[in-house]
């Protein structure tokens, strides 16, 4: 149920202080620049900016820090139209479209439409994680083991139709990037697949590991 008490002390808070948006341009800025950087996750970029907020209000911090990560969506799609590399995870569908696009001399192109997706999807979800943030929570928190594993095989699934006509190639990358995603310290605390190396204990990175392959 959408409580709209909190919506309206949210809304009486976001407003409460104009000097507070005056942190979104530079969010948005160090945002961009950081999710341009093939390797640098968006997390990495706002652990990095995390100790400025803590000299910050409440309110500052977390439209500086929420300024980052909108800003990184649409920066990690830079690398991805012009050299086809994506800057962060969820810009490796990009590529699909927007690299084709700038190898035809339609960089700009691809580049607004990056701009206006990230921008639409991004005010659209969090209008719609408003509504639904509420009845979603409830049955994410009764989520199990069984349900983790179907939502695994439907993502497999989905990989081997975005491989086109070459669906056993998908599923056989999907299933690749499972293994890769065993390495590392599971939830017992036992290592998998690090060979006693250090940098392996929280898993293999997915941008590196992206650019190697």
Do not use: C
Not at 196 to 213: C, E, K, N, Q, Y
Request: glycine share 12%; aromatic share 10%; proline share 6%.
């Amino acid at each position: 149920m959408l409580d709209l008490n909190a919506i309206d002390d949210a809304l009486t808070l976001l407003s409460s202080s104009y000097i507070a948006w005056v942190y979104l341009i530079p969010g948005l800025l160090i945002g961009l620049f950081f999710g341009a950087m093939p390797g640098i996750s968006i997390t990495m970029a706002m652990a990095i900016f995390l100790p400025l907020t803590l000299y910050m209000d409440f309110l500052p911090a977390i439209i500086f820090l929420t300024s980052i990560y909108t800003g990184a969506g649409f920066g990690g799609s830079v690398p991805a139209v012009l050299m086809n590399i994506p800057g962060t995870s969820s810009a490796v569908a990009t590529t699909f479209d927007g690299y084709p696009m700038a190898r035809q001399g339609r960089h700009n192109q691809a580049l607004g439409v990056a701009l206006a997706a990230s921008v639409v999807g991004t005010l659209s979800s969090y209008i719609l994680l408003l509504f639904i943030i509420d009845p979603v929570s409830a049955v994410v928190l009764k989520m199990g083991p069984l349900e983790m594993f179907a939502i695994a095989v439907w993502g497999m699934l989905l990989l081997g139709s975005l491989a086109g006509s070459s669906v056993w190639r998908g599923l056989l990358a999907g299933v690749f990037g499972v293994l890769l995603g065993t390495v590392g310290m599971n939830t017992a605390g036992f290592e998998r697949g690090t060979m006693g190396v250090p940098w392996l204990f929280d898993g293999i990175p997915t941008i590196p590991a992206m650019m190697g392959l």
